[in-house]
């Protein structure tokens, strides 16, 4: 088990083993899910998702500690599809890549729907904080680097810091989905993609990107 499983979930009561048990479990994720997103991480009970999944709430306590455990069974493996996306460099229409990888996102946090649940997770649970700001750091790091080798190919404004150019592509990204409800109008990712790749390459970067053959700065990853 990994340190970070170790901080989210613990030990559980019991890793099924059998198919039959499995399923229970299953089940009982797949209820949690439901009613997290529907009523909150607060108002839903340990009874209420026995109860939906069609067992007993004792069968709860067989696979889980507590509801908290469940919630963070569901969120391990999906943290860094939480996280904005990291932008591919060197590719002939920059624009484009991004904003088809900034709506593959949207799409995956709409299909997921746990991200609703973040605001209250994370004023309540200081262990989830740090865990979700460490994931957020990780890909900070990813995007950071890629930045500085554009940089080192010539592809990046010379006078910016790259670390304040990296901040600012994870704020426009995260938030992009929620642009309707700060003011008033739909993320149209083309063009926050657009307002980032403005941010970053010079013009005649962009013109060179887009005329050039395709693979000539292709491995800038």
Request: hydrophobic share 40%; glycine share 4%.
């Amino acid at each position: 088990m990994s340190d970070r499983e170790d901080l989210l979930v613990g030990e559980f009561p019991l890793l099924p083993k059998q198919e039959r048990a499995q399923q229970k479990r299953e089940s009982l994720l797949k209820s949690g899910h439901a009613l997290f997103i529907m009523k909150g991480y607060e108002y839903t009970t340990a009874k209420e998702i026995a109860a939906n999944a069609g067992v007993a709430t004792g069968t709860f306590y067989r696979y889980f500690s507590d509801k908290r455990q469940l919630l963070m069974s569901l969120l391990e493996d999906q943290i860094e599809m939480l996280m904005p996306p990291e932008p591919k460099w060197g590719v002939r229409d920059p624009e484009t890549t991004l904003a088809a990888l900034l709506e593959a996102y949207d799409r995956r946090l709409k299909e997921m729907g746990l991200h609703r649940l973040l605001p209250e997770l994370l004023a309540k649970d200081s262990e989830f904080a740090e865990v979700l700001a460490a994931a957020k750091r990780k890909i900070y790091g990813r995007i950071l680097s890629g930045v500085k080798k554009a940089y080192e190919h010539n592809l990046v404004w010379k006078d910016l810091d790259l670390n304040t150019v990296t901040w600012a592509m994870m704020v426009l990204a995260e938030n992009a989905p929620e642009k309707m409800k700060q003011c008033g109008k739909q993320a149209d990712f083309r063009e926050v993609a657009k307002v980032i790749c403005r941010m970053i390459f010079p013009p005649d970067v962009i013109i060179r990107l887009q005329t050039e053959a395709e693979g000539k700065v292709d491995d800038i990853e």
